[in-house]
């Protein structure tokens, strides 16, 4: 425990028992050394870990990094197409054995499915407008269909009226002209 990497060691144990609900200075020597041993191997491999991850993100092929490795020009790799291709064919080869690789392409297909979520998202949202405005005028068209129905009733009714007002009117005239003429008194 001399080592400075052994404090941070046993500092991280602390505490991920204490976030485990443990408590490592109630437990007997033996335990803690086990932990202790357990930590250590786990955070070895943990580094272990982290620099090959580091490595591989380091690694990647590009024509850069060929040019860099095989001391030929870019330019020449650039412009002669029978390189270029090769490079181009083999980093698409190497592509497949990196994590990276295709954590990109998952990526990439996760922001297309947003995409296309988002699109079918406003799809519907326009569809549910659309179906509301649709029964809104629905609802108006019917509205003014038992106004025109009304109004057509009332139209017939007054036209009724209209007929029998002619009606008494041309009775009402005959009887006039008829009850004037029984007024009216002949000379002798």
């Known amino acids: ?3 400075p990497g052994a404090v941070n060691i046993e500092e991280q144990l602390k505490s991920i028992c204490t976030e485990l609900g443990i408590d ?3 437990l007997k020597p033996k335990t ?3 932990l202790l041993n357990i930590e250590t191997a786990i955070t ?7 620099e090959l991850l580091h490595e591989l993100k380091e690694n990647k092929v590009t024509l850069s990094s060929v040019s860099d490795d095989t001391k030929i020009s870019r330019q020449t790799l650039y412009n002669n197409k029978e390189l270029k291709a090769y ?4 980093t698409l080869q190497i592509d497949e054995l990196n994590p990276y690789h295709r954590i990109d392409e998952l990526k990439e297909k996760i922001n297309k ?15 549910e407008i659309l179906r509301n405005e649709n029964e809104f005028l629905l609802e108006q068209i019917k509205n003014r269909d038992n106004t025109i129905n009304r109004m057509n009733e009332q139209n017939m009714e007054m036209e009724r009226k209209i007929i029998e007002l002619r009606k008494g009117t041309v009775n009402s005239n005959s009887n006039k002209s008829i009850s004037k003429s029984k007024v009216v008194t002949l000379p002798k």
Do not use: V
């Open 32 to 34: 803690q050394n086990h």
């Open 44 to 50: 070895n491999r943990e580094s272990k870990y982290i």
């Open 87 to 90: 490079i181009n064919f083999r």
């Open 24 to 26: 490592y200075d109630n």
């Open 1 to 3: 425990m001399d080592k």
């Open 113 to 127: 499915l947003n995409e296309k979520l988002e699109l079918m998202i406003n799809r519907d949202i326009d569809t």
